[in-house]
């Protein structure tokens, strides 16, 4: 086993390689810039593609042509670089075709700002593109998970035909942590076993077309009918989440990603106090772990979450709930990182409120 001290940036351009990715498009934009960087210098000596398009339209596209043909790529922006590839992720999921796209997120909207952000929620779990069509959606919080969750993302992508998108922030895309990864050899994915690419067959089999313009109402039903049946597939068998101290929480925190860390500490903060607190931390965003959330909660009365954004993930969290519980909202946003000083007095003053 490998281990290594590497940017949360670094470990997941080098986790892409060792699960097989042959192909990297992109666009420098920070805070991500040192994906493409390291991407540059590894993938010439080890047979792979590394090509800096020059827009996030034009790198998104490549994704789009070099996915048809079965081959492992991936992309990767921050924020306003993912928004400009929305068309094309929303032409990817119409055809069918597997990818991986990372997003480290930057304050918003517009330009905004390079500190860290969570304010993409929306974007990445329901509206990254038009039409009627979803993405994975992982969130990791430590720089090891980051880099295992890259095969996993390359992994359901392939089995579902879909991008996968891994939600990271600026604050996890710049931290330095150890990282271990197996020794095995690094080895390109086999596209001549895919029946749906269009990679040459020679007379073998169907001549394959990837594309996602059904001009035939009833046709493109049909197959957007087939794709949420695989959804619900999804839904059913992939939802994660990590529960910490909940068995006896009166009060649950929800929190995703750099944030759950820090709200972590608020929870132990809390407990010292007597306070009965606990930890739920969705790591798929889509499909949101809702059974997970209401096993955490079942003894809580109240639901505190926190973001780095004005509340986005709090709609998920409600809906979950089905607003049984009574739940409520701490975050910061433009950049700014929460404290967990900041987060156990929002907990001391719901317990207080709750105990009156």
């Keep these: 086993m490998e281990r290594k001290l590497m940017k949360g940036n670094e470990a997941l351009a080098e986790a892409a390689i060792r699960a097989g990715c042959k192909c990297f498009f992109g666009y420098p934009i920070t805070p991500q810039t040192e994906i493409s960087a390291y991407m540059s210098k590894r993938m010439p000596k080890i047979g792979g593609v590394f090509l800096q398009a020059e827009s996030e339209v034009s790198a998104i596209n490549m994704v789009y042509g070099c996915a ?13 670089g993912i928004s400009l590839k929305s068309e094309g992720v929303s ?5 069918d075709l597997p990818c991986v796209i990372i997003n480290v997120m930057r304050g918003g909207p517009g330009l905004g700002g390079i500190q860290p952000s969570q304010a993409d929620y929306w ?18 919080s430590s720089v090891q998970e980051m880099a295992d969750t890259v095969q996993k993302a390359f992994d359901l992508a392939d089995q579902y035909r879909m991008p996968a ?22 080895k390109f994915a086999d596209a001549s076993d895919k029946e749906w690419a269009a990679c040459g067959h020679g007379g073998k089999r169907v001549h394959n077309i990837s594309n996602s313009l059904y001009l035939k109402p009833d046709e493109l039903e049909a197959r957007i009918v087939e794709r949420y049946q695989r959804y619900d597939e999804i839904k059913a068998k992939h939802t994660e989440a990590e529960c910490y101290l909940t068995d006896d929480a009166e009060l649950v925190i929800t929190a995703y990603g750099s944030v759950a860390r820090i709200a ?7 407990r010292k106090q007597g306070i009965k607190v606990g930890l739920f931390r969705p790591i798929t965003l889509w499909p949101f772990p809702e059974k997970e959330l209401k096993a955490a909660c079942a003894n809580a009365d109240n639901v505190l979450c926190v973001e780095m954004s004005m509340g986005q993930m709090i709609e998920d969290v409600k809906l979950a709930l089905e607003c049984k519980k009574n739940v409520e909202f701490f975050g910061r946003t433009g950049g700014i990182i929460p404290k967990p000083a900041e987060i156990l007095a929002k907990i001391v003053e719901m317990t207080q409120k709750g105990a009156k």
């Design 165 to 186: 998108l891994i939600l990271a922030d600026g604050l996890l895309g710049q931290m330095m942590e150890p990282v271990a990864f197996d020794d095995a050899e690094i």
């Design 91 to 95: 032409y990817i999921a119409g055809a």
């Design 68 to 80: 048809s043909s079965g081959i492992r790529c991936m992309t990767s922006s921050s924020s306003p």
């Design 264 to 270: 972590k500490a608020a929870v132990d903060a809390a």
């Design 123 to 140: 974007q990445a779990t329901k509206a990254l593109g038009h039409g009627d069509f979803q993405l994975l959606v992982f969130a990791p």
